[in-house]
């Protein structure tokens, strides 16, 4: 009898840490997202996860991530709606932030915010920056 050979994308462990974080008021709410559509809010998220705020900086570890290509959101959750409070014009009340850093006027694309997973542990550092 032939062997069968079963291959499987192994799951990795990614480590995000969010840093610039001013106040103990909520918890830190991160998205991870897996496509175009997650990310612009008309699918839910490959996973998300919360961490209690603290000044400075906060780490959350999202286990069994598939390898592949992921973006990474993130806000501070001062009132436990579960959602970004925005003010005038739609800019963030609190503070957030993407994967990749970018300083872009509104919430970058996909694409400009992504960055791979392989089958080793990922680290990825998400400044936070301050809303109004």
Partial sequence: MAGMLCVSAQASTLVVT???????????HIDLN??????KDKAPPFATGTVKAAP???????NDVTPG???IDV????D?????QTGLFGKPRGGYGFSNNLTLMGKPSFDQANFQVTDKDTTVLVHLKNGV
């Fill in 18 to 28: 969010v840093d610039g974080v001013r106040s103990t008021n909520g918890t830190i």
């Fill in 34 to 39: 897996n496509s175009e559509a997650s990310w």
């Fill in 56 to 62: 400075g900086s906060v780490t959350y570890t999202f």
């Fill in 69 to 71: 290509v992921y973006s």
């Fill in 75 to 78: 806000f501070q959750d001062t």
């Fill in 80 to 84: 436990g709606s579960g959602k970004m």
